[in-house]
């Protein structure tokens, strides 16, 4: 009897060890619908230059992946087959509130994945506790490189570049195209953001053109200011030709308006590192001449692109939305195609619907073919993406009535990152050393 | 002397806008005894008004002059109705209660205010250039200045001194003066105090839209912006003295001027000098610069 109950005992947990280790290590059980969670700001003032086109962005993009409709080679529907029923938060409200939003997605409603983000803010207190409830999570706009230069990462990605970038791209340009330029200053909002940006765009032009005077007055204006007038008197009063600013919204728009009838953009060369909302719903009333970049292969730099995937994405909108994409629409975009191109891939080779740490496996160190431009996860070991960052000329078009940009250049991942495992303000303070430009 | 003619230029030019800002506030504070954090609401409104109204004049070819005749008619507006829907349906039905209670519902209105602009406008940003355009730009001090902003001297002087007459040199402004004095003396002199009470509230209503409007054509008119103009307004009103109109002119000069020699020559303190302003007079004169004195109760 007690030897029968042994050998029953046995078999049991024989049997059970081995259902767990089909568990932990083949595919989940299928699923029809996947719930994904996708934070971007809906309300204030960021919702009609970033969230609310981010948002379209994702919304155009998962309904054509459900639908099976997105060109080749993305054409197979779902997510590993499966729908996606993306739940929609908005990202308004300070980070205690987002970390909120965030537990109630992962512990309450169970989602499968959080995606978005644009607040360098909300990625820095929203990254700690995705860690902490092993959620997948991808970050789609938010710039700074401490979310991964601090600390390393299991569950959390980002499929945008970091702002270093940016900063770096913004000098190599300006000194490509005005070389004669001696001196230049900023207008930044007195944030992270803004500070950061433009302490990157002042480190790299002392290293790579020590003789370009630097300003002793830079602006750091309060984030939503609105009034400008005394930081435009300042500006003007400045010798440097050159202005960087990183403004964006309501505040880009409000600055250009008040510089413009004051002739500011004819006395100043003014460097926009994403201010390209601002050339849009600005129209003809932005001026000509401004440097302007996007983040990388987005928006305006990107518009006329004649690839079928950036095609359909511009068409595909516009039709939709009665609106060009801009950089947000494409970040957006690009989460979302990146988390289906590791479900799917993830799902063939687990041989079905696959787990949350073999969609993490598909996704590290991913690169893919997005809707501007070519996407790799290489930093942070696969968790940090890189792309080219571009800057161009605005220009107003008379013939087709819309904003244009002219003398685009990019410049590719290798000239304006750290190498892996390289600190960005290291390696910026070392002269940016190993940069292939 | 070219930079000392243009800190005075940009230090006038804030404190303007400050002032136009702030008077609303401080003359409901000093009738009603109300800290309107509504305020801000008013004057997202008015931006909201003007930049649409103005909108659609451009797009239906109107001159460019009607521009400013649109500015003033949306902030009257905007001032009526926001002003006695506000005071007849909600704030008559407070006055008995607490002060902090009475300013947390005006907060719930701002609230309610900014989610209703967000149904009524959406997200995207308004534009109200042409006005600004209109009037272009002048050379002063060695710098180009936009005269649009130049007419903000105009108007401040304008509403002071209309604030001003009103007060002093007619018979609202005396009945006025008796209600702030004593609200149950008024009451059984024979004053109307509730139409006092709602007259007022319009008033202070329609000066924070016209802060609203008047700002339109130099901004982009976008969800959330009225926020910071209260945080603004009452480190303005609270240096001048709650309630005081020439407080709120000094105050506004004060912060006008010192912000702008910080933007000048110390762009790190330029958040700071406001603040600062605010603090160091508080330490001095707890109640303001210019507080209206109280009646003593026996």
């Given at each position: ?166 900063s770096i791209?913004a000098a190599r340009y300006v000194l490509d195209k005005f070389k004669d330029q001696k001196g230049y200053t900023g207008i ?10 433009y302490?990157?765009f002042d480190i790299t032009m002392k290293k790579l053109a020590a003789d370009t005077k630097a300003s002793d007055n830079p602006q ?14 300042t500006l003007s009063l400045d010798p440097a030709k050159l202005v960087h600013t ?18 500011f953009f004819k006395d100043k060369q003014v460097i926009s ?16 001449g401004v440097v ?99 800057y161009?000329i ?44 | ?141 060695g710098i ?155």
């Amino acid at each position: 009897m007690s030897s029968n109950l042994f050998k029953l005992v046995g078999r049991t947990v024989l049997a059970g060890g081995a259902l767990a280790a089909m568990v932990a290590t083949g595919p989940a059980i299928a699923k029809d619908t996947i719930n994904v969670g996708i934070a971007s700001f809906l309300t204030g003032p960021a919702a009609g230059p970033f969230g609310v086109p981010g948002r379209n962005g994702a919304e155009l993009v998962i309904d054509a992946i459900n639908a099976g409709t997105l060109p080749a080679p993305y054409a197979k529907a779902g997510f590993a087959g499966a729908k996606m029923n993306p739940i929609f938060v908005d990202e308004s409200g300070g980070n205690a509130k987002q970390v909120g939003e965030y537990r109630n997605l992962v512990e309450k409603r169970g989602v499968d994945a959080v995606l978005g983000y644009i607040s360098s803010g909300t990625c820095m207190a929203i990254t700690p506790v995705a860690e902490e409830l092993k959620k997948l999570t991808v970050l789609s706009v938010c710039g700074t490189p401490r979310v991964f230069e601090e600390s390393n990462r299991t569950y959390v990605f980002r499929t945008q570049a970091h702002a270093v970038g940016d900063s770096i791209a913004a000098a190599r340009y300006v000194l490509d195209k005005f070389k004669d330029q001696k001196g230049y200053t900023g207008i930044n909002q007195n944030y992270a953001w803004g500070q950061d940006s433009y302490k990157f765009f002042d480190i790299t032009m002392k290293k790579l053109a020590a003789d370009t005077k630097a300003s002793d007055n830079p602006q750091f204006p309060k984030i939503f200011a609105g009034q400008y007038g005394t930081e435009i008197s300042t500006l003007s009063l400045d010798p440097a030709k050159l202005v960087h600013t990183s403004f964006w919204g309501g505040d880009i728009e409000a600055f250009v308006l008040q510089a413009l009838v004051r002739g500011f953009f004819k006395d100043k060369q003014v460097i926009s590192s994403v201010g390209g909302s601002a050339v849009d719903s600005l129209g003809k009333k932005f001026p000509d001449g401004v440097v302007m970049g996007t983040r990388g292969e987005y928006g305006l730099l990107v518009r006329n692109k004649d690839e079928p995937l950036n095609k359909w994405f511009v068409n595909e909108y516009k039709k939709r939305y009665n609106a060009y994409p801009l950089g947000p629409s494409y970040q957006y975009a690009s989460s979302v195609l990146a988390y289906k191109i590791a479900m799917d891939a993830a799902a063939e080779k687990a041989g079905g619907f696959p787990t949350q740490d073999q969609t993490m496996a598909a996704l590290k160190g991913l690169s893919w073919q997005s809707f501007g431009g070519k996407v790799s996860l290489s930093l942070a070991d696969g968790h940090q993406a890189v792309h080219p960052v571009g800057y161009g000329i605005t220009k107003w078009d008379k013939d087709k009535k819309e904003p244009s940009v002219s003398d685009v250049k990019f410049y590719a991942p290798g000239c304006i990152y750290a190498p892996a495992g390289q600190k960005s303000a290291d390696w910026l303070a070392a002269g940016m050393p190993g940069a292939k430009c | 002397m070219q930079l000392i003619t243009t800190m005075l230029l940009d230090g006038l030019s804030y404190a303007s806008y400050l002032f136009i800002v702030s008077v609303g506030l401080t003359i409901i504070f000093g009738v009603m005894k109300i800290l309107n954090v509504a305020h801000g609401a008013f004057y997202a409104w008015g931006a909201y008004a003007a930049a649409y109204a103005i909108g659609l004049a451009a797009d239906n070819d109107w001159p460019d002059w009607s521009g400013f005749v649109l500015i003033f008619v949306a902030a009257i507006l905007v001032g009526i109705v926001l002003g006695t829907i506000i005071e007849r349906l909600i704030l008559r039905k407070m006055y008995h209660e607490e002060e902090v209670l009475i300013v947390l519902a005006t907060f719930g209105i701002f609230l309610i205010l900014e989610d209703v602009i967000l149904l009524v406008f959406g997200v995207n940003p308004y534009f109200a250039y042409q006005p600004m355009a209109l009037l272009g730009s002048v050379k002063m001090g060695g710098i180009i200045r936009d005269v649009y902003s130049l007419t903000l001297f105009g108007l401040a002087i304008l509403v002071a001194f209309g604030c001003w007459y009103g007060l002093n040199r007619t018979k609202w402004g005396k009945l006025l003066s008796v209600v702030i004095f004593d609200r149950e003396i008024s009451l059984a002199m024979g004053i109307n105090v509730q139409m006092v009470y709602l007259v007022t509230f319009i008033l202070g209503a329609t000066l924070g839209a016209l802060g609203g409007a008047y700002i339109a054509p130099t901004i982009s008119v976008a969800p959330g912006f009225g926020i910071d103009v209260i945080v603004l307004s009452f480190a303005v009103v609270v240096i001048g003295g709650m309630g005081s109109i020439p407080g709120a002119l000094i105050g506004s000069l004060m912060v006008g001027i010192l912000r702008a020699i910080a933007v000048h020559k110390f762009p790190e303190f330029e958040l700071f000098v406001v603040f600062g302003v605010m603090a160091a007079v508080l330490m001095i004169r707890p109640e303001g610069l210019f507080a209206p004195e109280k009646a003593r109760r026996i």
